[in-house]
Each structure stands twice: as C-alpha cells, then as structure tokens.
C-alpha cells in the first residue's frame, strides 16, 4: 500500500491542472497514489488528466460524467484512498516540492496529531496566509482554522469516526469537516509554506453569498456546542451593526468583514492583515 493517497477533485480546470499535477508528480517524497476525479467537466480536463495518467502510474484517474458536487467528489476520494496518510492537491494550486516529505515526517514523529497543514502563499498577488498553530473548537468559531489545501492527515482515524463530507453542501464544506473533525483529533499548522495558493474570480469561495451563509450556519452551530447560555452566545457571535441615530446602517461587522452602510466592503481580513477596500494592508490582526 501507498504510504500516502493525494486526492484531487476537478471540474474544467484545464488552464491549471496540468500545472497541479506535475507539482505532485515532481514530490521529493515518491511513495503516493494519485486520485483524481473529474466532476462532469464540460472542458478539456478529462483529456488532459487522461495524458498525465498514461505516463504515470501513480495517477489513478477517475471520470465521472456527471456533475456531483464538491462534498460527494471528496467523499468517493475517501472512499477510494488506500494510503496511510491522505492529502489534498486542489485542481487549481501548486504544492511546494518537499510538501509531502514534510507532512509525512511530522506525522510519523508526532503520533498524537491527526492532521497536520500550513501556510499558503497567495498568487498571481503575493498574500501569506497563515492560519493558528494549534487550533481548538474556538478558533474555528472566528474563521476556518484549516487551510484545507495544504492539509494532510491519518486516513484510520478519520474512518474511526465515520467522518465524510456534508453531501448537502455545495460551498464551505471543508470548514464544516474540520469543525466537526476538532471534537475528536488535534490539529497542528506548520509555519511552512506548504502550498502556493491560486487566487482567481470563478473560486467558489470568490464573492459567494451562499459561502457567507453556510459559514455563518457553521459558526452558530460552534456556538451552540461550546454553551446552552444565551447570554454567551450573544458574546460569541461576530456579527454586529453600527448604527447612525439608532436606525441609519453606518457600519456591519461581519466575520472578518467590516462594511460601511451595511454593504461596502471598508476593511477585510485575510491571511495576516486588514486590508482597506481589499487592496492595500493595513495592519496585523492580534
């Protein structure tokens, strides 16, 4: 059996899976299987994943023509991985060449953590995006505590608990693994930068307001986990309105958001700073 089985989930990504592939297929570590499944592209994806799988066979390729969804994708990768270990390669991001080694040697030395992830690095404009050391429950009730495509983790573990992916959700659905995931198994974020991340328009995670309300869904259910006390719950939830003379929207905190008259985006957070109108950082959070 392969020491580790990277899955990647794909849907008309053929601009950018050729270069995903070849960062996994050029890993220091070589003891992987590749799993691939193409989720009903309408593109040249499947063609091009074809001619990769033909001049390795590492790469398990699967073609599904009908378009599933992202959380049923991954939950038939599961399913489909046979390694120790599992990692995620995303159709559209760049693993750093020791990406592999690195997990698999912090795993194998530390027994106790069941996933292990890291840093990201933004492009085409360079962004760090870090994530804490060792998140809890409550971290993940400020913002997803997991970059979920530079994670790795103990395959045996997450079958103890018959952990799958949410089939009802199309959007946030790695979030609400990891949540539910954190209940049971530690998390540790290495510093490295383990993945160079692509930021482009047709993300699903780009200006989606289904996101925001999975998320929000998410977060409140975190809430509902830690405390029964109403009073609490008011503390804990990260959603606020600032209003001008009682009534008139001047300010909306949301998430890591904050907007001015309830809808232009004035600072927003990511990776490790605020930045103003989503372009120009402004300081660290923390």
Same mark, same amino acid.
């Given at each position: ?9 794909? @849907? ?10 070849? &960062? ?27 001619? @990769? ?14 378009? =599933? ?7 038939? =990768? ?5 390694? /120790? ?15 592999? /080694? ?6 194998? /030395? ?54 799958? @992916?949410?089939?009802? =959700? ?12 954190? $209940? ?15 930021? &482009?328009?047709?993300? =699903?995670?780009?200006?989606?307001? /289904? ?40 300010? $909306? ?19 490790? @700073? ?13």
């Amino acid at each position: 059996m392969p020491r580790v089985s990277v899955l990647t989930p794909v @849907y008309n990504a053929e601009k950018y899976i050729g270069d995903a592939i070849g &960062s996994i297929l050029s890993q220091t570590f070589t003891d992987f299987e590749f799993i691939i499944i193409n989720d009903g592209s309408t593109d040249n994806t499947a063609k091009i994943v074809r001619k @990769y799988a033909a001049q390795d066979k590492r790469i398990k390729f699967i073609d599904s023509k009908k378009n =599933l969804g992202v959380s049923a994708v991954r939950n038939k =990768l599961l399913d489909s991985a046979r390694g /120790e270990y599992i990692a995620y390669q995303d159709a559209d991001d760049i693993s750093v060449p020791n990406r592999l /080694e690195t997990q698999v040697k912090f795993l194998d /030395e530390n027994p106790d953590v069941t996933v292990v992830g890291g840093a990201m690095l933004a492009f085409p404009r360079p962004e760090l995006i870090v994530v804490p050391k060792n998140p809890k429950i409550m971290d993940f009730c400020i913002a997803n505590a997991v970059s979920n495509p530079t994670v790795m983790f103990r395959r045996a573990d997450v079958m103890a608990i018959g952990l799958r @992916y949410n089939p009802a =959700l199309r959007t946030a659905e790695d979030y609400d693994f990891w949540v539910r995931l954190v $209940k049971h198994y530690n998390i540790h974020n290495l510093p490295n930068i383990l993945v160079n991340y692509r930021v &482009s328009g047709t993300s =699903l995670s780009h200006n989606n307001p /289904e996101m925001d309300k999975v998320n929000a869904k998410i977060r409140s259910e975190i809430i509902n986990f830690l405390t029964g006390d109403d009073k609490v719950k008011n503390i804990l939830k990260f959603k606020q309105r600032i209003s001008l003379f009682g009534f008139l929207p001047l300010f $909306k905190i949301k998430y890591n958001h904050i907007y001015l008259f309830d809808f232009i985006p004035v600072l927003s957070y990511r990776g490790k @700073y605020w930045w103003l109108f989503d372009i120009i950082p402004l300081f660290t959070k923390g």
